[in-house]
């Protein structure tokens, strides 16, 4: 089958790859449609020192099951079910996980996939592939409030003007927080605009360019290690940062900050797809007009220069 493998000379068109096999847990799924988003991009530099088959963000078919014929997304840890971490409802931390196109498991940039089965969600008619295939980080914007009490009164800035910045500052718009966005794109932001979220260029990454101590909440998504000073800057007392991103290069912060102003700090990766899909359903969140590249899989080397250009924002695999 056709790929897109990452290896030790980084990211490679595969014409010939080997079909992959499901275990007895798991379903084949031919994807439709799958998207590179900025963890793709990391593991190409080398974070988690992924080796394998990319990609997590798609909509596919599933070739036997429950869904058989169906479209479907998934959840992308792969956990055991057993452990005493999932019995005590925490799968997607289970120690034995796998994870789909990051983590020891092979994922969605080819032409069929092996998921399990207890990982698929049916897609309603009613929604295109080209919103379903935003599910998964549409998903992981829903785990803030998720995680954190969001209220109408709450100061929030998302740093980060790109493709999960746009879906967490949705997602908290939508919940009537004063959401403000500082980007350094002004066609990204332009995005945010349309959208009714306030927005601010900034001129610099540096933490002094931003002014200290006036959010209650910071929601960092920057894809960068500069984001986290900046957002230790601009939280108040007693506030919360949450980091929505994984970087490859490492982080230099002073922490005593956080001890001195109590401010809270709260990894948050995977969400919930069921609020995902019902939002993208109903139209709550507004995903039209997103995918502003589509390349075929041969097209590997053309597809990742276009997500990294800052005048794109999503690109996506047609499968």
């Keep these: 089958m056709r790929a897109v493998v990452l290896g030790e000379s980084g990211v490679r068109f595969r014409p010939d790859q080997p079909d992959p096999i499901p275990q007895p847990t798991e379903?084949?799924?031919r994807p439709i449609l799958a998207g590179i988003c900025e963890t793709d991009l990391q593991l190409v530099r080398g974070y988690m020192g992924f080796r394998g088959i990319l990609g997590h963000e798609f909509v596919g078919i599933a070739q036997s099951g429950r869904?058989?014929?169906?479209?479907?997304?998934?959840?992308?840890n792969c956990s055991c079910h057993a452990c005493?971490?999932?019995l005590g409802g925490r799968a997607n931390h289970c120690p034995h996980r796998t994870v789909l196109g990051i983590d020891r498991h092979d994922g969605a940039f080819a032409d069929a996939m092996t998921v399990p089965e207890r990982n698929l969600h049916l897609v309603p008619d009613v929604l295109v592939d080209e919103a379903a295939v935003l599910t998964e980080p549409l998903a992981a914007a829903f785990q803030i409030p998720d995680q954190i009490d969001i209220h109408p009164d709450m100061e929030i800035v998302v740093l980060g003007d790109g493709r999960l910045g746009l879906f967490c500052a949705m997602v908290l718009h939508s919940m009537r927080a004063k959401v403000h966005v500082l980007g350094k794109h002004t066609e990204k932001l332009q995005r945010f605009h349309v959208r009714g979220i306030h927005t601010q260029q900034l001129s610099s990454t540096e933490p002094e360019s931003v002014p200290s101590n006036t959010a209650d909440l910071v929601v960092d998504c920057t894809g960068s290690a500069s984001g986290l000073p900046m957002a230790?800057?601009?939280v108040r007392p007693r506030g919360t940062v949450v980091l929505k991103t994984t970087v490859a290069d490492n982080h230099s912060l002073n922490l005593?900050?956080?001890?001195?102003?109590?401010?809270s700090v709260i990894g948050s990766r995977c969400g919930p797809f069921d609020k995902a899909l019902h939002a993208l359903a109903n139209d709550t969140i507004d995903v039209r007009d997103l995918i502003t590249h589509?390349?075929?899989?041969?097209?590997?080397?053309?597809a990742f220069t276009a997500a990294r250009a800052p005048s794109s924002f999503k690109v996506v695999f047609e499968c």
Excluded: N, P, Y
């Excluded at 869904?67 to 992308?76: L, P, S």
């Excluded at 005593?256 to 401010?263: C, F, K």
């Design 256 to 263: 005593a900050s956080i001890v001195i102003d109590e401010i």
């Design 232 to 234: 230790m800057r601009l």
């Design 67 to 76: 869904h058989a014929g169906k479209r479907v997304v998934a959840e992308i």
């Design 27 to 29: 379903i084949l799924v």
């Design 294 to 302: 589509r390349f075929t899989l041969s097209e590997t080397q053309a």
């Design 84 to 86: 005493d971490t999932c």
